[in-house]
């Protein structure tokens, strides 16, 4: 193990402790406050939510778009991979605050489209980094482990450590995951993935806070999920070399 693998497998494990720690008694206070900014929400606001995370699911597990093929050469190092992926994130980031900024700015019917966008936004993300290391997304298992890095990122701390949990040792259950769409029952997964992701973002639909919101909401929403993905791909990419700190 050379000192930059030394030093990912570090900062994995100390990421997987945080992943696992209990609720603080702020995160508490702050999941009680989404549900609260929630409530507010009009209820044709959130079947419109419910549509477009549908429709993104359906993206990911059997649309073409946003399938790479051009994945990086086999011999790449682990350190130039992931500053092609820091790369990557810096610059979705940019996209996004400014794609918040500007709908944000824009009152209540162009927060309104701001959440699709966003949503394909880090949908490409997460294809890019997948590909960058080294996966092939065109895999539908591959797919679905891209759903499971959206709900770890934008889960409440007890769900994320569910989900966690089954993306361990992920690359030992693939012969026990299904090769295609047939079977799988993506409807149960995007009604328990609508209960969480970006309930943050729910506050720039709201009147004057949404103006507020935009851009940094986005560019901080995107730059967690950027993180969250390279953990996830840390944790197969020294697991399949042997490369894990116990």
Not at 41 to 61: C, D, F, R, S, Y
Not at 70 to 79: G, K, Q, V
Not at 124 to 138: D, H, Q, R, T, V
Not at 156 to 185: I, T, Y
Request: aromatic content about 10%.
């Amino acid at each position: 193990m050379d000192n930059y693998q030394q030093q990912v497998a570090f900062e994995l494990q100390f990421w997987k402790m945080e992943v696992m720690k209990k609720p603080s008694l702020m995160g508490n206070i702050a999941t009680k406050v989404q549900g609260k900014i929630n409530s507010y929400i009009p209820q044709k606001v959130h079947n419109a939510i419910t549509v477009t995370i549908k429709q993104m699911v359906k993206a990911v597990l059997f649309g073409s778009e946003f399938t790479s093929s051009n994945l990086p050469p086999t011999e790449m190092t682990l350190m130039h991979r992931e500053a092609l992926v820091k790369t990557k994130i810096d610059n979705y980031c940019k996209t996004g605050a400014a794609e918040g900024g500007i709908t944000g700015a824009g009152g209540f019917l162009m927060s309104m489209a701001d959440f699709p966008i966003l949503i394909g936004i880090k949908i490409k993300l997460l294809y890019e980094i997948c590909a960058l290391y080294g996966f092939n997304s065109s895999d539908f298992r591959e797919r679905l482990y891209i759903l499971h890095i959206f709900q770890l990122a934008f889960s409440s701390k007890k769900s994320s450590q569910k989900v966690f949990a089954q993306m361990e040792n992920w690359d030992e259950k693939l012969f026990l995951l299904p090769e295609n769409g047939d079977g799988f029952d993506w409807q149960t997964f995007q009604q328990e993935y609508r209960d969480y992701i970006d309930l943050a973002k729910l506050a720039q639909l709201l009147p004057v806070v949404g103006a507020a919101v935009g851009a940094v909401a986005n560019y901080q929403l995107v730059k967690k999920l950027g993180k969250t993905a390279m953990m996830c791909y840390r944790m197969r990419k020294l697991k399949t070399n042997n490369l894990e700190v116990r």
